[in-house]
């Protein structure tokens, strides 16, 4: 029988509250890196990150995807923006974001 595992797109944040329960003792050493690795570069709380990634999806019309990398990077200026959403295989206004990066600011205030 074999186990299936869901798969979901997390942020830094959700990542490290999840792995936060786990037993450090028990836990591989992969478990172990990547807690390390949650911890130092989240840039925000799990539950901040929640809220954050469903406006981004809902007032930017982003992606899980695309809202999840913007919440790791948490860029601060268009330039930015625009260096990473390069990549993506759509063309995103000015507007949407400046939108994005208010959206941002507004998250790491709170």
Request: aromatic fraction near 4%; proline fraction near 2%.
């Amino acid at each position: 029988m074999s186990e299936q595992h869901e798969k979901k797109l997390l942020t830094l944040s959700e990542a490290h509250q999840i792995l936060e329960k786990i037993d450090v003792e028990k836990a591989d050493q992969i478990q172990k890196r990547t807690l390390d690795y949650s911890g130092k570069f989240a840039k925000i709380s799990a539950e901040s990150a929640k809220k954050l990634r469903k406006q981004l999806e809902t007032d930017c019309n982003l992606s899980t995807e695309e809202a999840v990398e913007v919440i790791n990077i948490m860029p601060k200026s268009i330039e930015e923006l625009r260096t990473f959403t390069a990549g993506w295989r759509k063309l995103l206004p000015t507007e949407t974001l400046e939108k994005m990066l208010r959206i941002l600011k507004s998250a790491k205030e709170s």
